[in-house]
């Protein structure tokens, strides 16, 4: 079964910084791109950020600068680095994954469980 955990959440305050890990298992043969959502209280869940498997990344407008994504391919890991913090980057963030699986064969996306960040002002 193919997975995604989240690890490194947790309470910062405001202007602090938080590192979200992302760790993919189960029966991979490749992961093409990896990204962060996240899912503020009463909000629809929105894009954080994106990184390809060349390590091209992507990023909403309200996280450039503050956030940076990164990736660990020969670990199958997904980072994200947030500086900054501000009150309004609460939320629950999830990891995603579209993976190339094995038994059976098929690319697909995945999502982690979700992990908590609170930001305190």
């Known amino acids: 079964q193919v997975q995604l955990v989240e690890s490194g959440g947790g309470l910062a305050q405001a202007g602090g910084s938080l590192r979200l890990s992302c760790a993919a298992s189960?029966?991979?043969?490749?992961?093409?791109?990896m990204g962060w959502y996240r899912q503020g209280p009463g909000k629809q869940r929105e894009l954080v950020a994106t990184?390809?498997?060349?390590?091209?990344?992507g990023y909403a407008d309200s996280m450039k600068g503050r956030f940076t994504i990164s990736r660990d391919n020969a670990k199958n890991t997904v980072s994200l680095q947030m500086n900054s913090l501000k009150s309004e980057d609460t939320a629950v963030y999830y990891c995603?994954?579209?993976?190339?699986?094995?038994?059976?064969?098929?690319?697909?996306?995945?999502w982690g469980q979700g992990i908590q960040v609170t930001v305190s002002s």
């Open positions: 995603t994954a579209n993976i190339r699986r094995i038994f059976p064969t098929r690319t697909e996306d995945f």
């Open positions: 189960g029966p991979i043969l490749s992961i093409n791109a």
């Open positions: 990184i390809t498997s060349a390590g091209s990344t």
